[in-house]
C-alpha cells in the first residue's frame, strides 16, 4: 500500500535556526497537503499545493512539492518557540495518507 | 464560529464494550474523514464519507468497526467488543469539497479500553 514517510522523526533546533523536513511518498500524489499538531492537540491545515514544482510561502513556511510529485519539504527559517509541535505532509484523494511526522523542539 | 466537534473527548470502555463515537462536521462540509492516532504516531485512515455515502472504509482494522452518516451531516464511529488495541485517539476531519482537500479537525475522542 501506499507510504509516506517523513525525515526526520525528531529535530531539535535552537530559537533563531533553521528547520527542514522532507516528505516522501513510495506513489505518485494528486495533491500534497500539510498540518501542524501541537502537543495534546489536533491537527491544523496549514497549506495545500497541486502543481508539479509547486512552491508556496506563508510568512516564515516555504512548502515545495517535487517535480515528480511523489515528494515535498517544509522549511522554517528563523524558528521561534511558537513553531514547536509535530508537522505531518498527507496526501490522496478518497483515502488519505499521512506521513509519519516530524516533531520539532524549538529550544530557547 | 463552530468548526467540527466530536463527544465524547474522553471514553473509557471495559474489553468487550460497544462505544459509540459521534463526529459533528462542519454546516454545508462533503467530506468527512475518520481517523485512529496512536501515540506519538500520525493519523490513519479510517473510512471516508461523500455526504451520506461511504465512498471509502478500506482503513477500518476489522468488522468490529462501524462507521455511518445517513443524512450526509453527523457521523458515527462504532466499535463493537472493544479489545485494548483499540485504545487510541479518533479524530474527525471535514472538507467543504469532495476528497480530502483542506481538511478541518475535530479535537478526537480519546479511547480508553480497560
Known amino acids: 500500500g501506499q507510504q509516506v514517510m517523513q525525515i526526520p522523526q525528531y529535530q531539535h533546533v535552537q530559537e533563531g535556526e533553521d528547520f527542514t523536513t522532507y516528505c516522501n511518498s513510495s506513489t505518485t500524489l494528486s495533491n500534497i497537503q500539510w498540518y501542524k499538531q501541537r502537543p495534546g492537540g489536533h491537527p491544523v491545515f496549514l497549506i495545500q499545493l497541486v502543481k508539479s514544482g509547486e512552491v508556496k510561502k506563508q510568512k516564515r513556511l516555504t512548502f515545495q512539492f517535487g517535480e515528480a510529485k511523489k515528494n515535498s519539504s517544509l522549511h522554517i527559517t528563523a524558528t521561534q518557540t511558537t513553531d514547536v509541535g509535530t508537522y505531518f505532509c498527507?496526501?490522496?484523494?478518497?483515502?488519505?495518507?499521512f506521513g509519519t511526522g516530524t516533531s520539532l523542539t524549538v529550544i530557547p | 464560529g463552530a468548526g467540527v466537534s466530536q463527544s465524547p473527548r474522553y471514553k473509557v470502555a471495559k474489553r468487550g464494550q460497544d462505544v459509540a463515537l459521534r463526529c459533528d462536521p462542519i454546516?454545508?462540509?462533503?467530506?468527512l474523514f475518520w481517523y485512529q492516532q496512536a501515540l506519538g504516531q500520525g493519523p490513519e485512515f479510517l473510512t471516508y464519507f461523500q455526504n451520506e455515502a461511504q465512498l471509502d472504509k478500506s482503513g477500518l482494522p476489522s468488522d468490529r468497526f462501524f462507521a455511518e452518516r445517513p443524512e450526509g451531516s453527523v457521523s458515527t464511529l462504532k466499535i463493537q467488543r472493544t479489545q485494548q488495541e483499540d485504545s487510541a485517539v479518533y479524530l474527525c476531519?471535514?472538507?467543504?469539497?469532495?476528497?480530502?482537500?483542506?481538511?478541518?479537525f475535530g479535537p478526537g475522542t480519546r479511547l480508553t479500553v480497560t
Open positions: 454546516s454545508g462540509h462533503v467530506s
Open positions: 476531519a471535514s472538507s467543504l469539497a469532495p476528497g480530502g482537500y483542506e481538511q478541518y
Open positions: 498527507a496526501g490522496g484523494g478518497n483515502q488519505f495518507y
